[in-house]
């Protein structure tokens, strides 16, 4: 209940946001697919996207997600990407590539970038990525587009 109503404040907050407020850094994907390997990440997943893209595909919604394995004291924090060998299974080895690109979930289309709440304020957080410091290729409303 509580992490409902702290959602909901930062949907608020974000909703209010002056666009030009946001101040994002040189960032442009470089395409090297790390975001979408490793032990720790977890591709986080609204349950309403993970249902319309399983309806994209034509399979069962629970094919495709799991709970997050993270808890807040034995409650898990919503759902994740399956994942393989520590891979997304949407994540093609071979060729280095997104099979759903199309239609990937949110988190995968403004990483590495995601509003934090701190201290009863957003943040901007950027985490690590290759792509920072190249040519920007992100402007402030696209990015707010997809934040909230
Ligand atoms: S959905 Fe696509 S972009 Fe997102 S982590 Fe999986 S392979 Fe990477």
Not at 61 to 69: L, M, Q, S
Not at 124 to 130: G, M, Q, T
Not at 135 to 144: A, C
Request: aromatic letters at 8%.
């Amino acid at each position: 209940m509580e992490n409902l109503k702290l959602l909901e404040r930062m949907l608020q907050t974000v909703r209010q946001m002056d666009v030009a407020s946001i101040e994002i850094p040189d960032w442009k994907c470089v395409g090297c697919g790390e975001c979408c390997v490793g032990e720790e990440n977890f591709v986080r997943v609204f349950y309403t996207e993970a249902k319309r893209l399983s309806e994209v595909m034509g399979v069962d919604v629970h094919d495709i997600i799991e709970p997050n394995p993270q808890t807040i004291s034995g409650v898990h924090l919503g759902w994740i990407l399956r994942r393989e060998d520590n891979k997304c299974i949407f994540f093609d080895g071979g060729r280095g590539r997104c099979r759903i690109y199309q239609n990937r979930p949110i988190v995968c289309r403004t990483y590495p970038f995601m509003l934090d709440f701190e201290e009863g304020r957003i943040a901007l957080r950027v985490f690590e990525c290759r792509g920072l410091g190249n040519r920007n290729s992100t402007s402030p409303h696209s990015l707010k587009r997809l934040l909230k």
